[in-house]
């Protein structure tokens, strides 16, 4: 059989192209870079191929590496056997055993200050709302109250979670991108020059996770560590300097990294055993280490565990555990953390009467989660409109936003929020004055409104 393979593969003749794919025919073990599985993509992919039927080799332009879980169609832009390269090689997959995949975390909504990006399904990006330094990503500096498409930009699998001006994306294969406000270097491109357009973030590749804080970013990688970039005013780098750092940076002594969150001065990172570790900004404890001492350096979050998600405000942080409660802390000025008070915590506190939620997104002031039947819930400061409830009146506990449902993925910016439903449709409420809502107004919007796509 892994004779046949290659016999057969080396009939149909043999491309000189660069392959990030390749098969042992000693152990019948396939490496991938990256792989496609309908929304999903993942990284360093390695099967065991038991059993299969060749289908096919192409010529041409080497395609996307794909896999079709219905039929066990695997499609590779080009794979290298046995020291021979082949393009658009389409094989069956009989019998097979996964060994390792790293999924990337998918992130289809992000919201920043004053605009808004999503991803569609055909893994391009439409961002509309405040353009003043160009992160709408369209070549310009104009603000578009509707939806336009990133142009040149696709193959892209996760938006990093976002809420500052400016926007970073992992693309299929691991790399990453940004575009947007570089006043600090936190397009990661080793300039502080802004961009208007998507520029790939220097040496950093094989990225599962984004997060973009005011003026920093940062990425989890397939090893489970973390490099960080741009400001560095309040530590939020981690690199125990307050030095900025165009280019990525990797955050010492921190490993087993599963997802990550930025505030506008401080992240957090939750590790695979459940547990949190923040670093940065800590004026009102939103580092949860029951101080108010800013930490340039990676510091545990005492007595929390079993954390499933995590997201940053601006300066509060909020986690969802894996019983399907959530935990905040820091800032409280509008009741954002949930507790019915609008007393500031330094320690995680449980959001009064929340249970069943599986994702939760942190703005300024207000905050929101999806629960498991879909509907969502927000709290917090409310001016704009941002909790969604038809008022403009605070709310200190969750408030069920009327009327949505079937809720998918959630964002929050600055002073307004939106939900992708399950048929892709996406709404958003709140602050409206750059069109961020996208439905060509610049009007405030009290309830979910539809986004004009």
């Known amino acids: 059989m892994k004779q046949t393979l290659f016999t057969v593969l080396a009939l149909l003749g043999a491309a000189h192209a660069h392959s990030a794919s390749s098969l042992d025919t000693s152990t019948n073990r396939l490496s991938m870079a990256s792989v496609t599985v309908g929304d999903a993509s993942y990284l360093d992919v390695s099967a065991t191929i038991?059993?299969?039927?060749?289908?096919?080799?192409?010529?041409?332009?080497?395609?996307?590496?794909?896999?079709?879980?219905?039929?066990?169609?695997?499609?590779?832009?080009?794979?290298?056997?046995?020291?021979?390269?082949?393009?658009?090689?389409?094989?069956?997959?009989?019998?097979?055993?996964?060994?390792?995949?790293?999924?990337?975390?998918?992130?289809?909504l992000s919201l920043g200050r004053s605009h808004s990006c999503f991803l569609k399904s055909d893994r391009t990006v439409a961002c509309w709302g405040q353009n003043t330094h160009g992160q709408l990503g369209d070549n310009t500096t104009v603000p578009k109250p509707i939806p336009n498409t990133v142009p040149v930009f696709g193959n892209v699998a996760a938006l990093s979670a976002t809420g500052g001006l400016h926007n970073c994306a992992?693309?299929?294969?691991?790399?990453?991108?940004?575009?947007?406000?570089?006043?600090?270097?936190?397009?990661?491109?080793?300039?502080?020059?802004?961009?208007?357009?998507?520029?790939?973030?220097?040496?950093?590749n094989k990225v599962t996770a984004l997060a973009a804080g005011l003026g920093h970013t940062c990425a989890v990688k397939t090893d489970g560590t973390v490099a960080c970039w741009g400001s560095n005013v309040s530590g939020q780098l981690g690199d125990n300097t307050v030095v900025n750092k165009p280019v990525p940076t990797t955050v010492p002594g921190l490993s087993n990294v599963a997802s990550i969150a930025a505030g506008d001065r401080h992240t957090c990172a939750v590790k695979t055993d459940g547990t949190v570790a923040c670093w940065g900004l800590n004026r009102y404890g939103q580092l949860g280490d029951n101080t108010v001492v800013d930490k340039p350096f990676p510091t545990v979050v005492p007595g929390l565990g079993n954390v499933a998600a995590i997201?940053?405000?601006?300066?509060?942080?909020?986690?969802?555990?894996?019983?399907?409660?959530?935990?905040?802390?820091?800032?409280?000025?509008?009741?954002?953390?949930?507790?019915?008070?609008?007393?500031?915590?330094?320690?995680?506190?449980?959001?009064?009467?929340?249970?069943?939620?599986?994702?939760?997104?942190?703005?300024?002031?207000?905050?929101?989660?999806?629960?498991?039947?879909?509907?969502?819930?927000?709290?917090?400061?409310?001016?704009?409109?941002?909790?969604?409830?038809?008022?403009?009146?605070?709310?200190?506990?969750?408030?069920?936003?009327?009327?949505?449902?079937?809720?998918?993925?959630?964002?929050?910016?600055?002073?307004?929020?939106?939900?992708?439903?399950?048929?892709?449709?996406?709404?958003?409420?709140?602050?409206?004055?750059?069109?961020?809502?996208?439905?060509?107004?610049?009007?405030?919007?009290?309830?979910?409104?539809?986004?004009?796509?």
Request: hydrophobic share 35%.
């Open 170 to 204: 992992v693309k299929t294969d691991g790399t990453v991108a940004c575009w947007g406000f570089n006043d600090a270097g936190q397009l990661g491109d080793n300039t502080m020059v802004s961009k208007p357009l998507p520029t790939t973030v220097t040496g950093v």
């Open 50 to 108: 038991s059993a299969y039927t060749l289908l096919g080799v192409g010529n041409g332009t080497p395609g996307a590496d794909t896999f079709n879980p219905s039929n066990n169609l695997l499609t590779m832009g080009s794979v290298v056997v046995q020291g021979a390269t082949y393009t658009n090689v389409r094989v069956q997959l009989d019998a097979f055993t996964l060994l390792a995949a790293a999924p990337i975390r998918q992130k289809r």
């Open 311 to 453: 997201t940053a405000g601006v300066y509060h942080t909020c986690a969802v555990k894996a019983d399907g409660t959530v935990a905040c802390w820091g800032w409280n000025f509008a009741g954002q953390l949930g507790d019915n008070t609008t007393v500031d915590k330094s320690v995680p506190t449980t959001v009064a009467g929340l249970s069943g939620a599986v994702a939760v997104e942190a703005g300024v002031g207000h905050t929101c989660a999806v629960k498991t039947d879909g509907t969502v819930a927000c709290w917090g400061y409310n001016f704009q409109g941002q909790l969604g409830d038809n008022t403009v009146v605070n709310k200190l506990i969750p408030t069920t936003v009327p009327g949505l449902d079937n809720v998918t993925a959630l964002s929050t910016g600055g002073y307004h929020s939106c939900a992708k439903k399950t048929d892709d449709a996406v709404v958003c409420w709140g602050l409206n004055d750059d069109g961020q809502i996208g439905d060509g107004t610049l009007v405030n919007k009290l309830v979910r409104t539809p986004v004009g796509f």
